[in-house]
């Protein structure tokens, strides 16, 4: 808050996030971003049209990629791709998550998973996933909208992800 008071704001312009020169923007709202990154980043070709998301993706963060993927004339059943928890547990493990991109990475032409899972609280690991989805071919953002401000380390140009979104509210 501090920073904000003197007209210097790293939470919304990307430094706190890891973002370089000019990285980060402060404007609109989560869902609004989400759907302004998903139209410059998402696209599908006859082969590479799914998005993966994590099992449990926010109801608002759903509702993005399902307009995402209705906008480009696709069905919802066959384009869009979920990482589910194993039988028993509650949380993803990373190596199902890279499973999985490397499993379907051919017809993945993005990934887009929350960088904390907002119902879990799952943390989820943004370096390993964007490596892989980077080796599979597929761009990869994040919904950082609960990792802002909760993750004490967000290194997203390090990590080379494509793009990412999250909401004033968390700010740390």
């Known amino acids: 808050m501090e920073d904000n008071r003197r007209g210097s704001s ?27 990154l998903m139209v410059s980043f998402y696209r599908p070709t006859p082969k590479r ?5 994590e099992a449990g993706l ?3 963060d759903l ?26 547990e509650n949380v993803l493990r990373t190596e199902d998550i890279i499973k999985t991109i490397n499993e379907h990475g051919d017809e993945i032409a993005l990934v887009m998973f929350s960088g904390v899972q907002f119902f879990t609280g799952q943390c989820f690991d943004m370096a390993e996933i ?3 989805g980077h080796a599979k ?15 004490t380390r967000l290194e997203l140009h390090d990590w080379g992800v494509d793009f990412a979104a999250w909401c004033a509210k968390q700010r740390p």
Request: glycine share 12%; hydrophobic share 40%.
């Open 10 to 36: 790293t939470w919304s312009d990307g430094r706190s996030c890891g973002c370089e020169g000019r990285g980060g923007v402060l404007m609109n709202s989560l869902t609004a971003n989400l759907h302004f």
């Open 58 to 60: 926010f109801s608002f």
């Open 49 to 53: 049209h799914k998005i993966l998301v």
């Open 137 to 151: 071919g597929c761009l990869v953002g994040f919904d950082l909208a609960h990792a802002v401000g909760n993750v």
């Open 63 to 88: 509702v993005a990629v399902r307009s995402q993927i209705e906008l480009h004339d696709l069905d919802f059943e066959t384009s869009l791709l979920y990482v589910h928890p194993r039988t028993g």
């Open 130 to 132: 964007t490596r892989a």
